[in-house]
Every structure is written in structure tokens, then in C-alpha cells.
């Protein structure tokens, strides 16, 4: 049975800010991920606080936000079969170092928090964070 999903991926600011943009969607249509929608935006630090409210007590969550609004941003939705589950492979483990050859973070990733990209983690959480960044 096909099940084709929606995934919300970024491209983080360090990404966009070394342009490698175009790479990088490059590499989710040659894995046959359709670009449904995409924008490119500027986020504040209290929306990025919003998008990242279940990690708000880990020791991270502060500068995570403040990375995430500190310069442009390219938000997408991937659809594909398994979207969620696929996105996660071909993005690569969190920190860059252990990500597979191969993977979106191995290839541009320069630290565990300057990882290049964030993917859905669910498909309950892919339709909240779509919702985020879409329906509004
Ligand atoms: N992060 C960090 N330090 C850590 C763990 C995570 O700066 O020790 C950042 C990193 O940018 C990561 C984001 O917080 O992408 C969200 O963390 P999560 O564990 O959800 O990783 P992901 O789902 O992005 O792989
Ligand atoms: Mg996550």
C-alpha cells in the first residue's frame, strides 16, 4: 500500500548563508522528494522559541533559537513516499560527525549545531510544523 507523507524540512542558516541552497535541493529531487511548497524567510527569536518548544529545557534551547533567527532560512514541505522517515536518513544523524557518508549534515554540517538542515521528526509532528510555517 503507497503512502505518501509531507515532511517540513529548513534550511538552516548556516546553509543559506554559504548559498548552497540550489545543492541541497538538488539532492532532495534527485531522491525524489517533491518540493511542494518553499519560501525563504527571517524568522524572530520568539517564533523560533515557538517552533522549538519541546526543547526547551534542554541546555541547548537558548542558542538554538537565537542560531535559528539569526539569518535567513529556507522552509520547505517534501512529499514523497515515507517522507518523514526518508527525510531523516538522507539528512543524517544530528551531529555531523557521526552522520553516514553520504547524508545532507556529512556533507555540509560543520557542528552539532550548525547541522544545515532540520526534518521532521514524526508525521504528527511534520503536519504541526507544516502548519507552522504554511497555514497561517
Ligand atoms: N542541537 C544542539 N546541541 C545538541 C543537540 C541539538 O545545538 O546537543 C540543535 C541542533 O541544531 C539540532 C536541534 O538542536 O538540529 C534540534 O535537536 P534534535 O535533537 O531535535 O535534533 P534533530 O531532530 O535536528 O536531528
Ligand atoms: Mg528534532
Do not use: W
Request: proline content about 3%; hydrophobic content about 30%.
Amino acid at each position: 500500500m503507497s503512502n505518501t507523507q509531507k515532511t517540513l524540512s529548513i534550511i538552516k542558516p548556516d546553509a543559506v548563508q554559504r548559498n548552497l541552497t540550489e545543492e541541497i535541493k538538488s539532492i532532495f529531487k534527485k531522491n525524489d522528494f517533491e518540493i511542494t511548497s518553499e519560501k525563504k524567510i527571517k524568522i524572530s527569536k520568539e517564533e523560533a522559541e515557538k517552533f522549538y518548544i519541546v526543547h526547551q529545557t534542554k541546555p541547548f534551547y537558548e542558542d538554538l533559537c537565537n542560531y535559528l533567527s539569526s539569518g535567513p532560512i529556507v522552509v520547505m514541505i517534501l512529499s514523497k513516499e515515507n517522507a518523514v522517515l526518508a527525510n531523516r536518513e538522507l539528512m543524517g544523524a544530528t551531529n555531523p560527525e557521526d552522520a553516514k557518508e553520504g547524508t545532507i549534515r556529512k556533507k555540509y554540517g560543520l557542528s552539532i549545531d550548525k547541522n544545515s538542515v532540520h526534518g521532521s521528526d514524526s508525521e504528527e509532528n511534520a503536519k504541526k510544523e507544516i502548519d507552522f510555517f504554511f497555514n497561517n
